[in-house]
């Protein structure tokens, strides 16, 4: 038999930089985890993304016993990569941040193909793009 689900808790933390302080701690805590627990593994499964925000879903059980499951950076964070930036534009349509290519939209929209809600890699590219000019990135 399963076991019963109480919660899930989604958060977005840097890859192994997981610590008891906000936000992690007081949202763990409300479900009576361990949090030090939590962050040792966390920051052990993480460790090739170190530094990279990850969302992690974790599912917490009935008995306090929990799972959780990294997903890939959010779309922002991969266009900032790939643009060299440090963050978006502020007036996304008047001042550009910065650009990325075609096939590093491409890129992009594969990595993330399996968090987004798209069938084809054209779509996904077209999500991509979306979220590229609300911050103020140009695709050449």
């Avoid at 929990?66 to 991969?78: G, H, Q, V």
């Avoid at 968090?115 to 979306?130: K, Q, R, Y």
């Amino acid at each position: 038999m399963a076991k019963e689900i109480l919660t899930k808790i989604k958060l977005q933390i840097r890859g192994g930089q997981a610590n008891p302080a906000p936000p992690v701690g007081p949202a763990l805590g409300q479900a009576g985890l361990n949090i030090a627990e939590f962050c040792m593994k966390f920051n052990e499964a993480s460790k090739d993304k170190m530094g990279d925000l990850v969302p992690v879903e974790i599912t917490v059980f009935k008995d306090r016993s929990y799972t959780f499951i990294m997903k890939k950076p959010p779309a922002s964070e991969l266009i900032k990569q790939m643009a060299k930036i440090k963050k978006g534009s502020g007036k996304a349509l008047t001042e550009k941040a910065g650009s990325i290519t075609r096939a590093q939209l491409k890129q992009i929209a594969e990595n993330k193909m399996e968090d987004l809600n798209a069938h084809t890699v054209e779509a996904a590219m077209n999500i991509i793009e979306g979220t590229a000019k609300q911050m103020g990135v140009e695709i050449k």
